[in-house]
């Protein structure tokens, strides 16, 4: 199951005195019901629940001014009337709405409360109340730990201490609906909790629980891990124990007419003192946001003004709170923004010289804003994006907002293209003119360092803008790099040519560990159990963990190559899982770090940059232009890993006896080809090097790279980001694919915000390394850096499968994480069998045949169709397709 962190804000620690344990409960100003209920009748989408940390406080009285409110306004979907009077509709020259699709986050509590039961005096039965107050169909997946099991986490519960309503789940679990309490208080949002009675003393060590929203699907975890209420000293010191740990007592257990450490006659040794302790009540919160999909609309309309040669464009809107709209204007079809002349609407700034930001005057009815904008007649349009007071962005579903000043009658007609020597040649030309001459402005170094520093910036941010412009122009007029795709039946009947680039074609890479893998310390014998399971599942290729000797446990600071003891096991014992994954069909992938090595000596200046082992380089080995570690080599063909010496593989020794190494991995060690970590580091020639002189099965790089964003929002058009990765490939002459990151960034904005209309660039592909160049894109929506642990990249929670029902039906070599392979295992296997009986392989041809808000379908090869999002599809010519396999807003089906 998929985790997501949660971090305490109060924690409240009762005393062993009863009546401290009877106080009120908390009050929390977050957002009146009725806004609540409002939200839960606009059309139903997937919710997405966050959880975040805050303050703890000492004592359970806390004044409410102590935190932050958060004043929501209701947002209905209500049709926006203007201000403008409309008894001649000729006085409105253009009128549009706009539909805004918007999250609005509500902030709530999970609470986990330890308790005496009423009325028992002897104190020996206790009640865990768990509750929500966030609006959602809660329950709570719960099991128990006895004192006696050693290394079972989970079991069931008595059955005298189960809720009703309880669910058994398997043998270990049980699932408990939360119901509405009666406890909350006017004002407050409706609680939802669980009580589970039990006495005590018990055989019981602990209670672990996790959270479910049914609503979402979404798993909700403490810290990445199980809620753990200690109930003996035996579970005390888990790292995700909850409760009043620190004021616990512990107490020795004494059998009558006996005393600690005592042995009796029987030769039996007393029970540990920690396995026993004096249970105390305790209170504690955690904090979560809950986001609700809203719908609300802005009409922006033209009219003449009567009293100047101006238009006056209105703006109208339904949007709760303070909304700025963030603006400027056009003069021609290429809506480039400029600042329009003044007189300029009341509250508007300016913003970096670039635009106008200008704050909606809100109505006296308190039913959303509006506004009048003067503009000049001779201008073509106006330009805008909304800003609202949470810093939320809105756009025209990844473009600016248009709203013509004139009409198209009135527009004057443009040259044709084609009688202008060809689309965005002339536009090319001028920019390049413009950047020709800021860069004869500061050609003359005396000249750039008499200007300011303030005006220097200028002019570079200047010939960056430039120069992005063109590039943009001159990708939107030159056919990006299309790969030729031949005919399916004609590729049947072709022998299958096995290149480094793709193997077969037909791969399906399982990557074969997670963050955590190296602490078990046996990890290779633990893939040998799985092996056959993996290949039945479908899997042709596993990426393992990088296998040498590093001052990492997770092996990505490689010291003494030729030393393959680490973390996850011994070097036979890793022989012996790459011949065990070569008997059921699964080529292995070994994880090599090429960019960087750790030395192991310092040189006369204390300077780490000495190697030992086989390969025992100096500092020649090293880049120069790396300040941490002096090389003495040439300067770095790619970025700095700032941790470690960067290696200069420039240097013919180097690259010598780098080749030598993987040779030796290759054929002495068993690995059948490989994955390249950092390859931003060192130019992909290089690479090319590499794979030509160990022949791999199989090669991925991991070139790494921010995506682009504008007001905080990812860019619809990434043909730069994914451009980036494509050079890298090409320098390798194809040798090596690349984890297509495009794709799984594009994949995140479109699940996060329900926007499927981002899966299709302007040219109707997909808009990924995929969509340009599929044989070498390795698709992927998780690995060990983005989830598992470490999180700096997690796919929206409970959305996993549709991320996988798209790459797995999808060209390209699609690439399944670890931790979702025994999580989502019986999907993804449907999925992977799906892709294999229709032979869908990395240059498989694909049909867009949907992209909007809310759905994005496609048929691929003319034998799968599918599609992802709530909204509806069903292929063309039903009767021709039958339904192979669904689940949770996705469905496929193949031709029958």
């Not at 999970?110 to 809660?138: F, Q």
């Not at 006996?258 to 955690?286: D, H």
């Not at 005057?361 to 805008?384: A, C």
């Not at 700095?640 to 010496?645: D, E, G, I, Y």
Request: net charge negative; hydrophobic share 35%; charged share 25%.
């Amino acid at each position: 199951m998929s985790s997501i962190r949660l971090q305490p804000i109060v924690v409240v620690r009762h005393h062993h005195n009863h009546n401290q344990c009877r106080r009120e409960k908390p009050k929390f100003n977050l957002v009146s019901p009725r806004f609540l209920s409002c939200l839960n009748c606009t059309k139903k989408t997937n919710n997405k629940l966050i959880f975040s940390g805050g303050r703890s406080f000492s004592s359970f009285k806390h004044s409410s001014s102590s935190r932050p409110h958060h004043k929501l306004v209701k947002a209905t979907t209500t049709p926006v009337q203007t201000d403008v009077s409309l008894e001649s509709t000729e006085n409105v020259l253009i009128s549009k709405t706009f539909p805004l699709n918007w999250t609005q986050r509500v902030e709530g509590k999970i609470s986990v409360r330890l308790d005496k039961k009423d009325g028992d005096e002897a104190e020996e039965k206790w009640v865990l109340t768990v509750g929500c107050n966030l609006p959602g169909n809660w329950v709570l997946h719960w099991g128990v730990s006895y004192t006696h099991d050693i290394g079972s986490e989970w079991d069931q519960p008595p059955l005298e201490m189960r809720p009703p309503g309880s669910i058994p789940i398997k043998d270990y679990a049980i699932e408990t609906p939360l119901m509405e309490s009666s406890a909350a208080l006017e004002g407050q949002l409706a609680q939802q909790e669980v009580q589970i009675e039990f006495d005590t003393p018990s055989s019981i060590s602990a209670i672990n629980f996790v959270f479910k929203d049914e609503e979402t699907g979404v798993w909700c975890q403490h810290r990445g891990r199980d809620f753990k209420v200690p109930l003996t000293g035996k579970a005390l010191n888990d790292a995700n124990s909850i409760g009043a740990k620190k004021s616990i007592g512990i107490l020795p257990v004494l059998k009558e007419g006996s005393s600690p450490n005592v042995e009796e006659k029987t030769g039996e040794v007393e029970e540990p003192a920690q396995q026993n302790m004096r249970l105390e009540a305790f209170y504690e919160e955690y904090s979560i946001l809950k986001e609700f999909p809203v719908q609300s609309a802005i009409t922006v309309s033209v009219t003449k003004s009567p009293d100047s040669e101006k238009n006056l464009v209105n703006f109208e809107t339904n949007l709760p709170g303070d909304v700025v709209v963030h603006w400027g204007v056009c003069r021609d079809s290429d809506k480039k923004w400029e600042i329009p002349e003044a007189p300029h609407p009341a509250q508007t700034t300016t913003f970096k010289n670039k635009a106008l930001q200008t704050i909606l005057q809100l109505k006296e009815d308190g039913r959303g804003s509006s506004g009048v904008f003067p503009v000049g007649e001779e201008l073509m349009g106006l330009l805008f994006v909304l800003k609202l007071s949470n810093n939320t962005w809105l756009n025209d579903m990844g473009n600016d907002f248009y709203i013509p000043l004139a009409t198209e009658t009135s527009i004057h007609t443009q040259t044709p293209a084609a009688e202008t020597g060809g689309e965005g040649s002339v536009d090319t030309d001028e920019i390049i003119k413009e950047i020709r001459h800021l860069v004869t402005d500061i050609s003359s170094e005396k000249r750039w360092q008499t200007k300011s520093k303030e005006a220097q910036e200028v002019i570079l941010q200047e010939i960056e803008k430039l120069a992005a412009e063109a590039y943009g122009i001159f990708r939107s007029t030159t056919p990006a790099f299309v790969e030729e795709v031949a005919d399916a039946e004609v590729l049947e009947k072709t022998p299958i040519k096995i290149t480094s680039g793709t193997g077969s074609g037909f791969e399906i890479v399982c990557q074969g560990f997670n963050w955590e893998s190296n602490k078990s310390g046996r990890w290779y014998k633990e893939l040998l159990d799985k092996a056959n399971e993996l290949a039945s599942i479908g899997f042709t290729v596993i990426w393992l963990p990088p296998p040498t000797d590093s001052v990492s446990p997770e092996g990505y600071m490689p010291r003494d190559l030729y030393n393959l003891n680490s973390r996850y096991g011994s070097m036979e014992e890793l022989k012996v899982l790459l011949k065990k994954f070569h008997e059921v069909g699964i080529k292995t992938l070994g994880d090599a770090v090429l960019n960087h090595r750790c030395a192991q000596k310092q040189n006369q200046n204390g300077v780490w940059n000495i190697f030992g082992g086989k390969l025992n380089w100096d500092d020649r080995a090293v880049v120069a232009d790396d300040p941490h570690f002096q090389g003495r080599g040439n300067k770095s063909s790619g970025d700095s890993f700032h941790a470690a010496p960067n290696i200069d593989h420039s240097q013919e020794f180097v690259r010598n006896d780098l080749k030598e190494w993987l040779c030796w991995l290759r054929n002495e060690i068993g690995y059948h080809g490989w994955r390249l970590d950092f390859v931003r580091g060192f130019w992909g020639g290089y690479v090319k090097d590499y794979m030509e002189a160990t022949e791999p099965y199989f090669s991925v790089g991991e070139y790494w790279d921010s995506l682009s964003y504008s007001y905080g929002e990812m860019d619809h058009n990434q043909d730069a980001h994914r451009q980036r990765i494509i050079d890298w490939i090409n320098a390798t002459n194809g040798t090596s694919g690349a984890f297509d990151v495009t794709t799984k960034g594009i994949l995140h904005a479109t699940l996060e915000r329900c926007e499927y209309w981002r899966l299709s660039d302007s040219k109707g592909k997909p808009p990924g390394v995929v969509g340009w160049w599929p044989s070498r894109a390795v698709t992927f929506i998780e690995n060990h850096d983005t989830g598992s642990t470490q999180g700096h990249w997690r796919f929206p929670e409970g959305k996993e499968m549709q991320g996988y029902a798209y790459i797995l039906t999808h060209p390209g070599t699609p690439s399944v994480f670890y931790d979702h392979i025994f999580s989502h295992k019986s999907e993804i296997a449907g999925l992977i069998s799906i892709r294999n009986r229709n032979k869908i392989n990395c240059r498989s041809t694909i049909n867009i045949t949907k992209a909007e808000r809310d759905v994005y379908a496609a048929i691929i090869d003319e034998k799968v169709a599918m599609k992802i999002g709530p909204g509806h599809y069903e292929p063309p010519n039903g009767s021709e397709w039958k339904s192979a396999f669904e689940g949770r807003d996705y469905k496929v089906w193949e031709r029958s």
